[in-house]
């Protein structure tokens, strides 16, 4: 059966088949369609876990008792799972456990830029990198073939443009399950990693590292593609699909496997063509694991280091290296002076009203109409985090003054204030994100004697990967009902007292409650409470401006509401993006009253 | 049929990676090899998204070269202006004639090109540019969600795909209570497509 499956979605299918028992991950572009596919099927146990951490642990938790399991994560997840997926490398497996990450070159949604394929040597484990969506499916019946057979985690990493390509997939296999009861076999020697135990384990992953490199030279997607002996690629994941295109006479050994490597094929490979190149997206990773076998060859020297690859990309660099003739026609440059359109915080989001009110409490934000888009001295600062809160940092908010990774910021607030910093800081955390990695910064901040404030956006999903629910949403990955983390009692039992929850869209109460917090010499914390608009119900009536009142102060702008525009010097609001009945903030902002209600039957 | 390379243009909520997956499976159900891509970095807010699908008898990368697409298909004038360096020559731009400041224009910070700077950005010598009316349309048909299935109705007169083949995809794709509306707005894009266009060179 042909089918038109994401690579993510292929990866899903892949393990599905595989007989996978359990899948655990914590959502993140463009990770998240893996667990949403495994979502849907009845016989596995699929969870949103707090973590990545927590869900590789649940994941070999389950190989050790016998299921194959599957944890998925994009790039910088597996930098919280590292712990745990270098723990399992140590203990090996009892049942398939396979690592999927996916790295995002050229950062479409990241907060950097890192290759995963370097995680695998690290931790001394086997790599496969698809590159469409038929290997990602095909890969993966190997993938726990090779877990189970070699005692060991597989990583399968992919890439932003194969999990969110689409491609025709043959899916050929069936699920099969393993007709093995759960049973974990207690072996102390293999499970408790005491120094003493650790060190048994430890000439055996060498072991498996050798046996693993003589299996690469078989596995059946290292290939050689002959073509013209003047140039040979090596070349891996999706610039395989690249290179290609842009060589398409060129002879190929195109790695499947690319850790550890096939030493013989690749030695093969060398001795049938005059030239050979590496191509690769992101690191060298490839290139110096083959020169280190004492084999020439360049790639790095014109590929470029970083960013995503594209035939174009390849094309130029390969011209300049003059391996390609100048092409007929320049290749054609985009427009660089028309306006960008970055992402916003949506028309009704209940972050704008706290970023509005820091942002102006703070004298954050310049006027709309002078144009300055920064004011020198901010008088507060603003800690961030990883989600849709980021984009407060935007114009014309400017409330956000950094933006390290998962959980970052109430640290890095508690380290400014014992700098000494005359400013008071302010850490800005999101519901999700502070089940994920925030609860330990709070544990921290309150023994440690800390005086900062620490603000939490609960909108009651993870809504910048696509809304999945958390442990504080009450839901889970199934859709079905479970127990709620309630935020107040989990940060009042750490031992703070002064904890409010505020509606996210009192203007108000807002600043009341900042600047009480703010005057409060202990740690403090604010909830600040609101359904995210993507979520909220039928929208029976949104705000319209009456022009005859309106003086045009465009005070309404500042907020960034994105339905709020202007036509020919006159604001107005737009109908189809208001969310009306929830949001009001403009209408508490417009010293006129000049933004009142209409209902859309009247319209 | 050797290729076709087309670019989906438009912004997060105009149902850009819905219409890109019915052309990639019209595509597929037509006998093809497909690949289809979407770049729409955090795009559940807003911002600018694209999608490229590839059509040939096999397709190897999934990105187009600029300079190489047959059809750029934009739901928002400024994201066809964006867009339009990867048209090549002879290739097809159709636009929604819609203008949807990004909210740097609204603050001030930046300017939205008028209609003269956007045609003469799109039009490159030997294309065909189109600038329909399409939201003005749907609005008449009662559902503006339904944009991004007139477009194709559009874009289905310079595809060589049979009709049954899309009407098919698009019922398979759109749930049971919007079918019909979206199968309308189809139709409506196809009947209007020749009727409707301003320039044509």
New interface residues.
């Given amino acids: 059966m042909k089918k038109l499956l994401s690579g993510n979605e292929a990866l899903a299918l892949g393990a599905y088949h595989a007989g996978i028992k359990l899948a655990a991950a914590y959502p993140g572009t463009p990770s998240t369609e893996i667990l949403e596919s495994l979502a849907g099927y009845d016989d596995i146990h699929a969870e949103w876990s707090t973590n990545e951490k927590v869900a590789m642990e649940v994941a070999l938790g389950a190989a050790y008792a016998g299921a194959r399991a599957m944890v998925s994560m994009k790039q910088v997840g597996l930098n919280v799972a590292s712990d745990p997926f270098m723990a399992a490398s140590t203990t090996g497996v009892n049942a398939g456990l396979v690592v999927v990450s996916v790295d995002d070159p050229g950062i479409h949604s990241s907060q950097n830029e890192q290759d995963n394929r370097h995680y695998a040597k690290f931790a001394k484990v086997p790599l496969l990198e698809p590159s469409d969506s038929q290997e990602a499916y095909d890969f993966m019946a190997y993938a726990y073939d090779i877990s189970e057979k070699f005692d060991t985690p597989v990583l399968v990493r992919s890439t932003t443009r194969i999990s969110h390509s689409k491609s025709v997939v043959k899916v050929t296999g069936r699920r099969t399950v393993s007709n093995r009861e759960p049973n974990f076999p207690p072996d102390v020697e293999k499970f408790v990693m005491l120094p003493v135990y650790a060190r048994l384990r430890r000439p055996l992953i060498e072991e498996r590292l050798a046996q693993l490199a003589s299996y690469a030279e078989t596995f059946p997607f290292n290939q050689i593609l002959p073509g013209e002996r003047q140039l040979g690629i090596i070349t891996s994941g999706v610039t395989y699909q690249y290179a290609r295109e842009v060589f398409p006479r060129a002879s190929f050994l195109k790695l499947g496997m690319t850790y550890p490597l096939p030493q013989d094929l690749i030695r093969r490979f060398v001795a049938g063509v005059d030239r050979v190149i590496v191509i690769e997206e992101l690191g060298s990773f490839l290139q110096e694991n083959i020169q280190a076998m004492g084999i020439a060859v360049s790639g790095k020297e014109f590929i470029p280091r970083f960013g995503e690859l594209s035939p174009e990309i390849i094309a130029q660099g390969c011209r300049a290296a003059g391996l390609l003739g100048e092409s007929p026609t320049p290749p054609a440059k985009p427009v660089p002076e028309l306006p960008q359109r970055p992402p916003l915080l949506c028309a009704g989001c209940p972050y704008t009203g706290l970023f509005f009110t820091l942002s102006t409490m703070g004298q954050r934000s310049a006027l709309v109409k002078s144009r300055v888009k920064k004011v020198a001295k901010p008088k507060l600062i603003i800690t961030g985090d990883i989600g849709c809160y980021t984009l407060g940092a935007y114009p014309p908010l400017f409330a956000m003054d950094t933006c390290a990774c998962m959980g970052a910021g109430i640290g890095q607030a508690l380290g400014m204030e014992k700098a000494g910093v005359s400013n008071k800081v302010v850490a800005i955390i999101g519901d999700s994100t502070f089940l994920h990695s925030g609860i330990t910064g709070v544990v921290n901040g309150v023994y440690n004697k800390g005086e900062i404030t620490i603000i939490i956006l609960d909108n009651r999903t993870t809504a910048m990967t696509g809304h999945q629910s958390h442990p504080g949403t009450g839901v889970t990955a199934r859709g079905e009902k479970t127990k709620a983390v309630e935020l107040e009692r989990l940060v009042r039992g750490i031992g703070v007292n002064d904890v409010k929850v505020v509606d996210a869209f009192d203007l108000k109460a807002l600043r009341t409650s900042v600047r009480a917090a703010l005057d409060n010499p202990e740690l403090s914390v604010i909830i600040v409470r609101g359904d995210c608009p993507d979520l909220a119900a039928a929208r029976p009536r949104h705000l319209v401006i009456a022009t005859e009142k309106c003086d045009q102060c465009n005070i309404c702008l500042r907020l960034g509401c994105p339905a709020i525009q202007i036509d020919d010097g006159q604001v107005y609001i737009e109908a189809t993006l208001c969310v009306g009945d929830t949001c009001y903030l403009c209408q508490q902002l417009c010293p006129r009253q000049a933004i009142v209600f209409q209902s859309e039957t009247s319209t | 049929m050797k290729k076709l390379d087309l670019l989906i243009a438009g912004?997060?909520g105009q149902g850009i990676i819905l219409a890109s997956?019915i052309i990639?499976?019209v595509a597929?159900a037509s006998g093809y090899?497909?690949?289809?891509?979407?770049?729409?970095?955090?795009?559940?807010?807003?911002?600018?998204v694209v999608s490229q699908v590839r059509i040939a008898e096999q397709?190897?990368?999934?990105?187009i070269?600029?300079?190489e697409a047959d059809m750029l298909l934009a739901l928002e004038k400024?994201?066809a202006?964006?867009w339009?360096?990867?048209?090549g020559g002879g290739g097809t731009v159709i636009a929604n004639n819609l203008a949807l400041?990004?909210?740097?224009?609204?603050?001030?910070?930046?300017?939205?090109?008028g209609d003269e700077e956007i045609t003469r950005?799109v039009k490159r010598p030997k294309n065909n540019f189109y600038l329909v009316n399409g939201t003005e349309r749907v609005k008449e048909l009662g559902n503006?969600r339904t944009l991004n299935i007139f477009m194709l109705g559009c874009a289905s007169l310079r595809l060589p795909f049979s009709i049954d083949i899309w009407e098919k995809v698009i019922a398979r794709r759109l749930p049971a209570k919007i079918r019909q509306i979206n199968l309308n707005a189809f139709t409506q894009g196809r009947k209007e497509m020749p009727g409707i266009h301003l320039k044509e060179g």
């Fill in positions: 912004m997060g997956d990639a499976e597929l090899d497909v690949k289809k891509t979407d770049t729409r970095g955090m795009a559940q807010r807003g911002g600018s397709v190897f990368s999934p990105l070269r600029p300079g400024l994201e202006a964006r339009a360096h990867y048209l400041p990004p909210l740097t224009v609204t603050l001030g910070y930046e300017t939205y090109p950005l503006i």
